[in-house]
């Protein structure tokens, strides 16, 4: 049995549903957090987001008889052991929210519930400052992996109006400062942070091919996509969790301690959490160099003119670069003269959007509005999909175990790796050691090194002062116009293996690279 508004019936009292969702019409569904939010009784509800009517739909509690109530507020509990969400009918009874419809949950509600529970943590927390941010995402991911979903900094990001009206009016929160670590969250929801958790939702009974859900996301709650195009799954791995997000032209993430990446197997960067505590802000090694990867065939190659090889797309959200010809011919295959003369203009300097912004299958851009127009994005190559496009053969998650799973929903996107690519069996990502860095030996000189040379004895003194002999004779030998030129090559001299090999190992910390090209020498 259903009760509807509509209905001219008088229905049993109710105070709390489960399996809930919120709709504006059949099928179209909305986050309930549209809904204009009441801090306490002294608040007068405002006007919703939405311009249509909101309806709670559900199960009564401890019932089976099915709800379809209008509603007009809501508000949140944070002194329980668990939060209360409740929301205001339109007759101006409050109705406690239990468990969500797992589906709406998935693809609507989701950054809002991980908000939410956020809240309730640094609420009865608060007291206790000692890493408690680390707390907080370990709190989370207990919360969440339960249900089949990571929580991400952008789940908080989207709700930072709600944080702010806690921290303005909630004593508790009052009492918390911001962060600005990239190991912690900001809790003023700042663009500078830099740690991130992806989701993996399920699939919502995906029986193994394409995603063809019926309700739309243009209201969805669950977006991962930040403003700047900054990429939340790390570059190495294809993976979430804490990142550390480049500022520079790449827009790349990645997994910063190896305790980050273990999960997913990833190499990572390599930090301790000493180091990643001092790092303001992150550059990597291709941004810093001004030296990045083609992402067509791979090549390392100079970004940054006069002597550019590679070139960067034009849209403000994209980090891809391209060589010319690359570029030239994705965006012109079938005209091989077009693409030459493409490829001499992009060297010139044209700007160019790169084929990732356009559907591999039918050429066109991507609309975020409809949902079978969103695009699923390879993470290897420069080829799109829309939904509605997507070859069957790149699918979810399926019971066939001779179908590689080749496509995974997060919230509001869909990543793939497409046909071109092998699936690697242990990881069950593409082949991995696809990003460059470019190669930067260091040498790092000792203190104390006069001191050493001013101690020298034995054998050891006796090589340096030999070499030195030798010089002085080949100085005598010399006319004088070339002895200049002769003693800057002696200093030279006293560095080679048969003279100082002990000093020079003594003395010098060099990178294995740098000794084997001094040796190859």
Same mark, same amino acid.
């Given at each position: 049995?259903?009760?509807?508004?509509?209905?001219?019936?008088?229905?049993?009292?109710?105070?709390?549903?489960?399996?809930?969702?919120?709709?504006?019409?059949?099928?179209?569904?909305?986050?309930?957090?549209?809904?204009?939010?009441?801090?306490?009784?002294?608040?007068?509800?405002?006007?919703?987001?939405?311009?249509?009517?909101?309806?709670?739909?559900?199960?009564?509690?401890?019932?089976?008889?099915?709800?379809?109530?209008?509603?007009?507020?809501?508000?949140?509990?944070?002194?329980?052991?668990?939060?209360?969400?409740?929301?205001?009918?339109?007759?101006?009874?409050?109705?406690?929210?239990?468990?969500?419809?797992?589906?709406?949950?998935?693809?609507?509600?989701?950054?809002?519930?991980?908000?939410?529970?956020?809240?309730?943590?640094?609420?009865?927390?608060?007291?206790? /400052? $000692? #890493?408690?941010?680390? &707390?907080?995402? *370990?709190?989370?991911?207990?919360?969440?992996?339960? %249900? !089949?979903?990571?929580? =991400?900094?952008?789940?908080?990001?989207?709700?930072?109006?709600?944080?702010?009206?806690?921290?303005?009016?909630?004593?508790?929160?009052?009492?918390?400062?911001?962060?600005?670590?990239?190991?912690?969250?900001?809790?003023?929801?700042?663009?500078?942070?830099?740690?991130?958790?992806?989701?993996?939702?399920?699939?919502?009974?995906?029986?193994?091919?394409?995603?063809?859900?019926?309700?739309?996301?243009?209201?969805?709650?669950?977006?991962?996509?930040?403003?700047?195009?900054?990429?939340?799954?790390?570059?190495?791995?294809?993976?979430?969790?804490?990142?550390?997000?480049?500022?520079?032209?790449? /827009? $790349? #993430?990645?997994?910063? &301690?190896?305790? *980050?990446?273990?999960?997913?197997?990833?190499?990572? %960067? !390599?930090?301790?959490? =000493?180091?990643?505590?001092?790092?303001?802000?992150?550059?990597?090694?291709?941004?810093?160099?001004?030296?990045?990867?083609?992402?067509?065939?791979?090549?390392?190659?100079?970004?940054?003119?006069?002597?550019?090889?590679?070139?960067?797309?034009?849209?403000?959200?994209?980090?891809?670069?391209?060589?010319?010809?690359?570029?030239?011919?994705?965006?012109?295959?079938?005209?091989?003269?077009?693409?030459?003369?493409?490829?001499?203009?992009?060297?010139?300097?044209?700007?160019?959007?790169?084929?990732?912004?356009?559907?591999?299958?039918?050429?066109?851009?991507?609309?975020?509005?409809?949902?079978?127009?969103?695009?699923?994005?390879? &993470?290897?190559?420069?080829?799109?999909?829309?939904?509605?496009?997507?070859?069957?053969?790149?699918?979810?998650?399926?019971?066939?175990?001779?179908?590689?799973?080749?496509?995974?929903?997060?919230?509001?996107?869909?990543?793939?790796?497409?046909?071109?690519?092998?699936?690697?069996?242990?990881?069950?990502?593409?082949?991995?050691?696809?990003?460059?860095?470019?190669?930067?030996?260091?040498?790092?000189?000792?203190?104390?090194?006069?001191?050493?040379?001013?101690?020298?004895?034995?054998?050891?003194?006796?090589?340096?002062?030999?070499?030195?002999?030798?010089?002085?004779?080949?100085?005598?030998?010399?006319?004088?116009?070339?002895?200049?030129?002769?003693?800057?090559?002696?200093?030279?001299?006293?560095?080679?293996?048969?003279?100082?090999?002990?000093?020079?190992?003594?003395?010098?910390?060099?990178?294995?690279?740098?000794?084997?090209?001094?040796?190859?020498?």
């Amino acid at each position: 049995m259903m009760f509807d508004d509509d209905d001219d019936g008088v229905q049993p009292e109710f105070k709390a549903v489960h399996k809930y969702s919120f709709e504006v019409a059949k099928d179209e569904y909305v986050c309930f957090s549209i809904l204009p939010f009441q801090f306490d009784e002294n608040d007068k509800v405002g006007d919703c987001d939405s311009e249509k009517k909101v309806y709670l739909r559900g199960v009564m509690d401890k019932s089976l008889y099915l709800v379809h109530k209008q509603v007009v507020a809501w508000r949140v509990g944070l002194d329980c052991e668990q939060p209360n969400i409740s929301v205001l009918s339109s007759e101006g009874n409050w109705v406690k929210l239990l468990d969500p419809w797992k589906c709406y949950k998935d693809e609507i509600a989701r950054s809002i519930l991980i908000t939410v529970q956020m809240l309730h943590f640094l609420r009865k927390q608060h007291r206790d /400052k $000692r #890493s408690l941010w680390d &707390r907080l995402w *370990d709190h989370l991911n207990e919360v969440f992996n339960k %249900l !089949g979903t990571k929580p =991400a900094i952008d789940d908080l990001r989207k709700h930072h109006p709600l944080i702010k009206l806690f921290q303005e009016r909630d004593p508790a929160f009052m009492k918390l400062k911001p962060r600005a670590s990239v190991t912690e969250v900001q809790f003023t929801g700042s663009d500078e942070t830099h740690e991130r958790n992806n989701d993996t939702d399920s699939d919502c009974g995906d029986d193994g091919n394409n995603d063809h859900s019926d309700y739309g996301d243009s209201n969805s709650d669950g977006d991962t996509n930040n403003d700047d195009g900054t990429d939340t799954l790390c570059a190495l791995c294809d993976d979430g969790g804490r990142l550390l997000s480049c500022i520079g032209q790449c /827009k $790349r #993430s990645f997994h910063p &301690r190896k305790e *980050d990446g273990r999960e997913s197997k990833c190499k990572t %960067l !390599g930090y301790t959490s =000493a180091q990643l505590q001092e790092v303001d802000s992150y550059l990597c090694k291709n941004c810093e160099y001004k030296e990045h990867q083609c992402f067509k065939c791979g090549e390392l190659e100079p970004s940054a003119e006069p002597n550019a090889k590679v070139f960067k797309c034009n849209n403000p959200t994209c980090g891809h670069f391209y060589h010319p010809k690359c570029v030239a011919k994705l965006l012109l295959p079938d005209d091989s003269r077009g693409s030459c003369e493409l490829a001499k203009r992009v060297r010139t300097g044209m700007s160019f959007t790169c084929p990732v912004h356009w559907c591999f299958e039918c050429r066109r851009m991507e609309d975020r509005t409809q949902r079978a127009m969103q695009f699923a994005v390879c &993470r290897r190559c420069p080829k799109s999909y829309h939904r509605e496009c997507l070859p069957r053969e790149i699918s979810f998650e399926t019971k066939d175990k001779n179908t590689k799973q080749r496509a995974w929903k997060l919230s509001g996107i869909v990543i793939i790796y497409c046909l071109d690519h092998k699936i690697c069996k242990p990881t069950g990502n593409a082949e991995r050691g696809h990003i460059k860095f470019p190669h930067t030996p260091k040498i790092t000189k000792v203190g104390g090194l006069a001191k050493k040379k001013g101690k020298m004895a034995g054998k050891r003194k006796k090589s340096i002062d030999q070499c030195s002999k030798k010089s002085t004779k080949v100085l005598n030998w010399l006319p004088r116009e070339k002895i200049e030129h002769t003693q800057n090559s002696l200093e030279h001299m006293v560095l080679e293996p048969e003279c100082s090999a002990m000093n020079l190992k003594e003395d010098l910390q060099i990178e294995p690279s740098v000794v084997d090209s001094r040796t190859k020498k």
